[in-house]
């Protein structure tokens, strides 16, 4: 079955950086898209990133382009985020989610917390 | 950037009956190649969010049959036909027509 594990969240200061991972199994990851989503303690969902399937192409919400990398490693089933110059509005729950067939969200992960503070 | 607007933002619902949550979109979802992206996700407490409903109206893998979706354009709507304990929880509309997809605000669905 389809498994996404993030991992790497943790407490760091304002102007940080920090680099999350989603480990994938239970599908040929090369074959599909992956995206970053994130949810603010108590807010709803907000779109961070997404990797084609080969690493051809790469898109960023504007809140945290320049700022955030998304990358992947198809030898190793892993997607990343690399994330800069981190803001407390950063801080949220990053989940990971494979993007499928009809250009859905169609598996998630559990989640891994950033928390930005000083 | 695509705002999805979704109503109400609260459904107290009586168990065994049905429930609608709409959902608006600033501008048509229908993508160059004649589909509508529009998906629906329910995240219930503590939990990351769960694929339902995927262009519109196609319920996915374990999704039971009492969720349906409906609309075209720019208006959708979700409807619960008997809602269950296991319901309880927030609902996402969410748009992948185009970069930057967006969801709506949120919708929290629980029993009076």
């Known amino acids: 079955q389809v498994q996404l594990v993030e991992s790497g969240g943790s407490v760091v200061q304002p102007g940080r950086s920090l680099t999350l991972s989603c480990a994938a199994s239970?599908?040929?990851?090369?074959?599909?898209?992956m995206h970053w989503v994130r949810q603010a303690p108590g807010k709803g969902l907000e779109w961070v990133a997404v990797i084609w399937y080969d690493g051809s192409n790469k898109y960023y919400a504007d809140s945290v382009k320049g700022r955030f990398t998304i990358s992947r490693d198809n030898s190793e089933n892993t997607l990343y985020l690399q994330m800069n110059s981190l803001r407390v509005e950063d801080t949220a729950v990053y989940y990971c989610?494979?993007?499928?067939?009809?250009?859905?969200?169609?598996?998630w992960g559990q989640g891994t917390l950033v928390t930005v503070s000083s | 950037d695509i705002v999805m607007t979704q109503t109400p933002l609260s459904s107290p619902v009586t168990l065994g009956q049905p429930a609608s949550i709409s959902c608006r979109s600033s501008?048509?979802?229908?993508?160059?190649?004649?589909?509508?992206?529009l998906s629906w996700l329910q995240q219930r407490p503590g939990q990351p969010p769960r694929l339902l409903i995927y262009?519109?109206?196609n319920r996915f893998s374990g999704v039971p049959d009492r969720f349906s979706g409906s609309g075209a354009g720019t208006d959708f709507t979700l409807k619960i036909s008997r809602v269950e304990p296991e319901d309880v929880g927030v609902y996402y509309c969410?748009?992948?027509?185009?970069?930057?997809?967006?969801f709506g605000q949120g919708t929290k669905v629980e029993i009076k």
């Open positions: 262009k519109i109206s």
């Open positions: 239970g599908f040929t990851f090369s074959s599909n898209g």
């Open positions: 969410t748009q992948s027509t185009q970069f930057p997809w967006t």
């Open positions: 501008q048509s979802l229908v993508h160059s190649d004649g589909n509508t992206y």
């Open positions: 989610a494979r993007w499928g067939e009809s250009k859905r969200l169609d598996y």
